[in-house]
Structures are given as C-alpha cells and as structure tokens.
C-alpha cells in the first residue's frame, strides 16, 4: 500500500517567467490524478484547450480572477468551469488551490459534471483531501 502522506507526482504545467513574454507569474502543477482523470473523458484537442486556460491564468497577477476564463471559489480552492465549443456539450470543472508561497496553480482533480447544481459534496471531499495530502508532503 502506497505511503498516502507523501506527495503525490506532479507533471509540470509551466514555469513562472517561462511562456510568450512577459512571462508567466505563477508555476502550474499538476497532480498526476487530476491528469488521469481529464484524460479520462477528455480528448487531446479538449485537454489543450483547459491547458490553454491555465496558461491564461498563470499570466495575471490574481491567478484566480481572469476575463476569459471562468473561474469560482470553492471552500478554500478554486474551479475552472468550462461547457462547449470544442468541449461540445461536455460541462467540465477542473479543481485548483492556489499555493500563494510557492507562486503555484495546483491542480488537483478534473470531473465532467453530469448534473445542474452545486458541486458534488463527493468531489469537494476529494479535491479537499488532496490539497491537504500535497501541503503536508510540502511542508517536510
């Protein structure tokens, strides 16, 4: 069995300064199982498209407020909603805290959402769990 305290692998989004000038502001991390997961009923040209939105929001200073992408707080993280165009009828959310001292989108998990409504208590569980998993590994 897995030691659940250690942190999970992430692959790497983008890196702060790297990017089109001027740059990116913040780095992106993402959990391996938030990229299984969108994998999962995503497409490569989808999976581009939400990639393209987290490098959107890796460019402003808030990376949790931006005019193009749409984003909500939950709890104490954050999702990226999206629904249409290449995503077709597909209504997605991407979850994501913001690791402020580590200048760091984190991404945590990825849920096509299949009813109206608030988000499933479920995922929320969930994505609480891996936020507080990838902060304990941080912190040693």
Known sequence: MADESQRKPVKIGVKEGG??????K??????EQAF?????FLNAD????LASQFRELAGQDE?????TVDVRPIE?????????????RMNTRIFFFIHKKMRTIVI???IKKENDGATPMGDKITMRRRKRLYLQADSR
């Open 19 to 24: 990017g089109p000038p001027p740059g990116y």
């Open 46 to 49: 989808q999976y581009c498209h």
């Open 76 to 88: 104490d993280f954050y999702e990226l909603r999206d629904k249409g165009g290449i995503l077709r």
């Open 108 to 110: 945590l998990g990825a």
């Open 63 to 67: 990376a949790s407020q931006s005019q």
């Open 36 to 40: 299984a997961e969108a994998m999962g």
């Open 26 to 31: 913040w780095n992106v991390e993402i959990l």
